[in-house]
């Protein structure tokens, strides 16, 4: 599967764009200090095309992103440093914030 779930929250000044590999909702990811769980009320959104979670993520204050697809298309756009994702098992999670 190559989908993303997409999903675009407002809150007070600030939008928050969360994206994660279709594969993983509702999973949760051992490997890390504590697990992590990809929730389908936080993450479940649109389904859609890597590029479309990108274009969504350009308009974001904060994007939260977990899973192999979007945080390795993040980091080709440089708009993750490789440096700054964190790994559950092999699963990448990374976060921007633009202040």
Do not use: W
Request: charged share 30%.
């Amino acid at each position: 599967m190559t989908k993303v779930y997409v999903k675009s929250i407002r809150r007070g000044r600030d939008r928050v764009v969360a994206v994660c590999d279709a594969e993983i909702l509702g999973k949760t990811l051992e490997g890390g200090r504590v697990p992590f769980t990809v929730s389908e009320g936080f993450y479940k959104g649109v389904l859609g095309e890597v590029e479309e979670a990108l274009d969504a993520m350009k308009q974001a204050t904060i994007c939260n992103l977990v899973g192999k697809r979007i945080v390795e298309a993040a980091i080709e756009r440089r708009m993750v440093h490789e440096r700054a994702v964190i790994y559950f098992g092999d699963i990448p999670h990374a976060q921007i914030l633009r202040l």
